[in-house]
Each structure stands twice: as structure tokens, then as C-alpha cells.
């Protein structure tokens, strides 16, 4: 696993096992003190060159260790929720599913938000070939199971998604959304 380091004229992406030294070699990048983590194609923060470098530039740093995060490969974080299935509250425990299915976990921002049914109907409807896969399908968003619950309740005509054949699973608390770091900073919403 590697941990990555940053200040705001450079990052390094640095082993954290030192055995992986043979495999990593240390990059250097330039991140300006601007930096949001969010794309605008439209403008570059970045310097013309490091020597070059703004004065208004401020020392920052950051540290993100793989192995504490949920990749793939890694464990995932197990939870317990409340989730919707076929019209009724049922709990979801993502740890009774190892050793027998694997499972793909999705999330989406919210309920009745015209970027996501398309993709969540799709899942449902391509469910018998995932069934084949021994493979289980679980959504994850920061509604509740009454939210869920008439979504579902919701023919696909009316901007709703129907009958699923997998669980809508409720993370009000964002425990979820946290332990799997898909929230999105000051917002109400998952990505």
C-alpha cells in the first residue's frame, strides 16, 4: 500500500510497507494552495513552474493511507442498515454475504433526482444475469426507508423506479456513506 503526501507546491506518493520500495518510486506534483479536489475545466490553478511560484501560497498537507480506505482488494467495511426490498423493511448486513455472494454496492445522491433511476433501473433489470454471477446487488443512499419506500412505490413513467429486485438500503446517519468515503464536503449528498 502507498500513502500519499502533499504540501502545496508538491505531493509524493510514498510506501507505507518499505518491502514495496522495489515497486514504487517516489513522483513529485505541484498542487496549489487553491486546491479544492474538484475539476473546473475552464481555469488552471497550477503554477507556470515551480520557480515561478505565487507568494501567496500557503504550506499544506494531506495523507491518505490505502490501506484505511475501502479498495478494491481490500476488506470492505462491514454495516447494518434498514433497507427497502420488494415493497417491504427488511435489515441488511453486508458481512452475511462473504463467503457465499459477492456484491456490488453502489450509492447515489438522493431519491427522486433525475441523474440516478436510469442507472439503478438498469441494475434491477440485468438482475437474473448477476444472479448467475452469484452476485448481489445493494444501493445505498442518505434517505430514509420511507423515502425509499415510495420511490419504489413510484411507477418508472412518474419519475420513479418501480418494483427492484434488490434492496434500497438507508444510511440516514451517513455512517455508510462515511465509512466508505462518499460523501461529499458540506453537502447534504453522497457522490
Not at 105 to 119: A, K, N
Not at 158 to 177: A, E, F, H, N, Q
Amino acid at each position: 500500500m502507498a500513502a500519499c503526501t502533499a504540501t502545496a507546491s508538491s505531493a509524493v506518493l510514498l510506501p507505507s510497507n518499505p518491502n514495496l520500495k522495489a515497486y514504487i518510486s517516489p513522483k513529485s506534483i505541484s498542487i496549489p494552495s487553491s486546491f479544492s479536489g474538484h475539476r473546473n475545466p475552464l481555469v488552471s490553478h497550477a503554477p507556470a513552474s515551480l520557480s515561478s511560484r505565487p507568494s501567496h501560497y500557503t504550506r499544506r498537507s494531506f495523507a491518505v493511507r490505502a490501506s484505511e480506505l475501502p479498495l478494491v482488494g481490500n476488506q470492505s467495511p462491514d454495516f447494518e442498515a434498514e433497507a427497502v426490498f420488494d415493497q417491504e423493511f427488511i435489515k441488511v448486513k453486508l458481512s452475511e454475504y462473504i463467503g457465499k455472494k459477492y456484491v456490488i454496492l453502489f450509492f447515489y445522491p438522493l431519491d427522486f433526482t433525475f441523474v440516478c433511476p436510469t442507472e439503478i433501473t438498469a441494475f434491477s433489470d440485468r438482475h437474473e444475469e448477476f444472479q448467475k454471477l452469484n452476485t448481489e446487488i445493494l444501493g445505498v443512499s442518505i434517505d430514509s426507508v420511507f423515502s425509499h419506500l415510495a420511490w419504489v412505490q413510484t411507477d418508472r413513467k412518474s419519475g420513479g423506479l418501480g418494483d427492484l429486485k434488490y434492496p434500497l438500503v438507508s444510511d440516514v446517519t451517513k455512517s455508510i456513506s462515511k465509512l466508505y468515503n462518499v460523501l461529499i464536503p458540506d453537502q447534504v449528498c453522497t457522490t
